[in-house]
């Protein structure tokens, strides 16, 4: 007799992991998980474009086959995970589906020829406030544990974390719309068929919420189809999808084109977003090669903004304007001397002086001609 040992993949690896570390089993000629299972699976969502928290599903086929018996036999299997929305543009996640539990008793193919189909359907919504985005769709695995011989052992660790399902586009509810932003949590069912030459088998499912009556199951990750995998093929089934954001500038111009140093001048380009969905772009405007202001612009898609820069010229000389890949010239003169304006001071200086010089003369006089004998 020695310990077995074996590789951990899904939840096969976590079942082989914790029987050989507690029992001492009779070797056998397999020493891999893909001698005892293979298994596919594909995904199909209702609709990829959603709006506001309405409701909408993923359907997940799965299928299982036993190649070798198993050393020890599998009666039960838990399996809790979480599906959440990943934004591609701005990579925050938002929870389409919270909670869910799936349990199988004596519903394991635990022997050679026995299958396990899976159909199941899990509920997703957006919680009010989401970001208007492209999403990936992920299954997050958040605890799992399998019964052997009236013993439960946690695999989690054995388990893959994450799993992508698919990406669907979310926009914001129209103005006036309905909805509180909550989750939407119908109650869990699952239709599972083992197969064998002596017996079939059905699972029992534990949902956390029994709110409506649509037909729903946890996300690829809590089956037991899809933790059994150690060879995959995974398929997943996706309409066309909005075009991302996509930014253009054009039209620049500057007023004025030529201007006096210490004024200032106006700079503006049109940005277009000829993408479906909405962005943001940075428009950055630099002066001879170097940096010198930005504007950072939300757009929606389909949709043009005229982007306006104010600039303090301030070394004389030409000097050019580049905006998104888009040039123009700009001559900064020197500033006025006071031209028309210091001559009018110099006259009235003038004025002044030759005017106390003839009241000082006409005193003179007066005073001369009154003390004259």
């Known amino acids: 007799m020695r310990i077995k040992r074996f590789i951990p993949a899904a ?4 079942v082989a992991g914790v029987l050989l570390s507690v029992f001492v ?3 056998v ?4 998980v893909s001698d005892y299972f293979s298994y596919s699976y594909n995904f199909a969502f209702s609709k990829t474009s959603i709006t506001g928290s309405e409701a909408f599903m993923v359907t997940v086929i799965g299928n299982a086959n036993c190649v070798h018996d198993l050393p020890m036999t599998v009666s039960a299997a838990n399996i809790v995970s979480t599906v959440i929305g990943r934004n591609q543009q701005t990579g925050a996640e938002v929870v389409l589906n919270p909670n869910y539990s799936l349990r199988y008793d004596n519903s394991f193919p635990n022997h050679t020829g026995q299958t396990a189909s899976v159909t199941v359907q899990v509920p997703l919504s957006f919680p009010g406030g989401s970001v208007p985005g492209t999403y990936d769709v ?3 695995l958040t605890d799992a544990d399998v019964t052997i011989l009236g013993i439960s052992f946690n695999v989690k660790a054995y388990l893959p974390s994450t799993q992508a399902m698919g990406v669907v586009n979310y926009s914001a509810p129209s103005t006036g719309g309905g909805g509180g932003g909550g989750v939407f949590i119908p109650t869990t069912t699952a239709t599972t068929t083992t197969t064998t030459t002596t017996s079939s088998t059905t699972p029992t499912v534990v949902s956390t919420s029994t709110t409506s009556q649509a037909s729903t199951t946890p ?5 037991v189809a899809s933790v ?3 060879t995959t093929t995974t398929k997943t089934v996706q309409p066309a999808v909005q075009s991302a954001a996509s930014f253009a500038v054009s039209s620049l ?3 004025p084109a030529t201007v006096k140093n210490g004024k200032t001048v106006k700079i503006s380009v049109l940005l277009s977003n000829t993408g479906d969905l909405a962005g943001m772009y940075k428009v950055v405007m630099q002066i001879d090669g170097q940096y010198a202001n930005s504007q950072e612009i939300e757009l929606a898609g389909k949709s043009s903004q005229t982007v306006t820069f104010t600039h303090l010229a301030s070394i004389e000389g030409p000097h050019i304007v580049s905006i998104g890949g888009l040039d123009k010239s700009l001559t900064v003169e020197p500033a006025s001397t006071g031209g028309s304006i210091g ?10 002086g030759i005017g106390i010089l003839c009241g000082g003369a006409l005193l003179y006089a007066l005073r001369y001609k009154k003390y004259r004998p």
Request: net charge neutral; no cysteine.
């Open 11 to 14: 939840l096969l690896g976590g």
């Open 25 to 27: 089993v009779s070797p």
């Open 29 to 32: 000629a397999a020493i891999s």
């Open 138 to 140: 992920i299954g997050t």
């Open 219 to 223: 996300i690829v990750l809590t089956t």
């Open 228 to 230: 059994l995998i150690s």
């Open 253 to 255: 111009q500057l007023t």
């Open 343 to 352: 001559w009018w001071i110099f006259a009235a200086l003038a004025g002044l």
